[in-house]
């Protein structure tokens, strides 16, 4: 194994059940739903398309929480998904390393 594949080994070992806390997860996918939450606000409000806006807000006034409440699960379910797939992918590389790690050995 190369020097940046042990730090890696040695790193994961020691931080890996603590990167699977929720609250650290929360870090990692937090600022990519908000980009897309006001992204897709920004577009909305916008007014880009008049009748739809205007359809929007005269038909119905809780059409405004209904798109809060999109936008808490669009936000939750982006940020967990990000952060168990980061830390699934890093298991993975952990892993991968663990299991080649004695076959070199055996061959060297």
Do not use: C
Not at 63 to 83: D, M, R, Y
């Amino acid at each position: 194994m190369t020097k940046e594949e042990q730090d890696f080994v040695a790193y994961w070992a020691a931080n890996r059940e603590g990167k699977k806390n929720w609250l650290k997860q929360l870090y990692v996918g937090l600022p990519l739903a908000l980009v897309l939450v006001i992204g897709i606000f920004a577009n909305l409000f916008s007014g880009w398309y008049g009748r739809a806006h205007m359809v929007m807000f005269r038909e119905s006034g809780s059409l405004i929480l209904v798109l809060v409440i999109a936008a808490v699960s669009i936000i939750g379910f982006l940020v967990v998904f990000s952060a168990r797939h980061r830390w699934d992918l890093q298991e993975q590389r952990y892993r991968e390393l663990l299991d080649r790690s004695p076959n070199q050995n055996q061959v060297s």
